[in-house]
């Protein structure tokens, strides 16, 4: 297996760039992970995985397991370059860049499907990936994201996503064009005057629409959507927040029967 | 009005202390908070403002207008002495010291309500200052957090919580004595085999724990609550992060009556 030693080792500088540049990252077509629990389950979904950087004591504990769509791309690094390699604070062991999953693919999958999740706008990568979990775990048909939210394939989505984010549908899109031309009757979340959650029953092809996190959906973006859904609040605390609230959202549609 | 130009001032310096220690807190009684909105909560939730610092901008453009709650305890600082206190990257402008709220008072009121918050061994500020605001949103009556919960009364909790901390009645105490002693019934949130939710009904006098966010609640401490409930699952993921299963919880317990 080769062994690279030098921070400067173009594949090295390579992978840098990517994990800090989404422009780089869409201009290649490809992404970075970090963790052998990321890397197992985006081999599991059918991701391609174009190269893998191992730390020496990973592979000690590991290499002689490892299945050949990874060791047939694998190099050993050295402690030096892993620094340069990990982007967060405990190093991980295991690098890897990765094809992007193909969205027209993606959009097949969700035309057929029931009740999508549509973030629009959404800044936090955190709260993207953990939203793009929960529609997971509610068994959503995929998640809409529009063009300004942030990055899907950066690193903190894909740790927050835990794996969603290979397993889900996921189409980026202008979410205006999408609503007005997808055939889904959207839901737009919204504090206030509307639709009160727990009376209302979700049509099949349903698409719950959230806002950004500080100011929700601006006025014309629902204007954009079908209809408006509030969750009606008992306490005095004025708002959810963007999370929260698509939980509790998605919880409804799966529990009365929009999700199949 | 005072004002305060050096950094080495000794109340400058006692509010930076607090600002990051959970020990001087709680020695002292006190904590701070920044920023003006979360000050007027405070203030309009009856928390006792001990002193406040006010950047010069800030007091140019709310000076007139302060309380006297605020104005009677109120000094200026200098823009060095303002970077000195921000624990935030964009300074707040104002800042407060404030003492924190009666633990026994809160506890009288939890023991009349009918649906409580337990979060047990929680890390993450965010997360808990999250779920405090939820559950001030869906109308519980109360959250119990155990005394290895992070510090309800950092920065980074309040900040969460957006107010909810001064409006939501708060208890840190021992939880498998809280469990034993309160006369509650208590459901453990867990994964796998339980009660599904959904089809249960909270009885009056509930508390909904939370484990941690890492490892969920360990056996032991599933072991002291009196049942286990579990969010069904449709989808692939293998759990919900802790703050979104909260709200789920919540959000049936509020729509199913256990919340009055």
Known sequence: MEKITSKDNARIK???????????????????LEGEKLLLEALRCGVEIRSVFAGERWLERHGEALPPEISGVCAAVSEGVEQRLAQSQTPQGVYAVCSMLDNPVNLAKMEEGGCLLGLWD????????????TADAMGMDGVVL??????LYSLKTLRA?????????????DMADFLRESGFTSFAAVVGEAEPLGQLQFPPKTVI????????????????????VTIPMRGRAESLNAAMAAAILMWEASSRGAVR
Do not use: W
């Not at 800044?123 to 979990?133: A, E, F, H, L, Y």
């Not at 950004?212 to 408006?228: A, D, H, I, M, Y």
């Open 122 to 133: 959404l800044q936090d990568p955190g709260n993207v990936g953990t939203m793009i979990r």
């Open 209 to 228: 629409v959230i806002g950004n996190e500080g100011n929700g959906l601006s006025p014309k973006q629902v204007g954009c959507c079908s209809r408006q």
């Open 146 to 151: 529009s063009r300004e939210c942030c990055d």
């Open 161 to 173: 996503a835990m794996g969603s984010s290979f397993r889900m549908p996921v189409l980026v899109t």
């Open 14 to 32: 390579a992978y840098a760039k990517l994990a800090v540049s989404r422009k780089e990252r869409q201009r290649q077509g490809t992404f970075v």
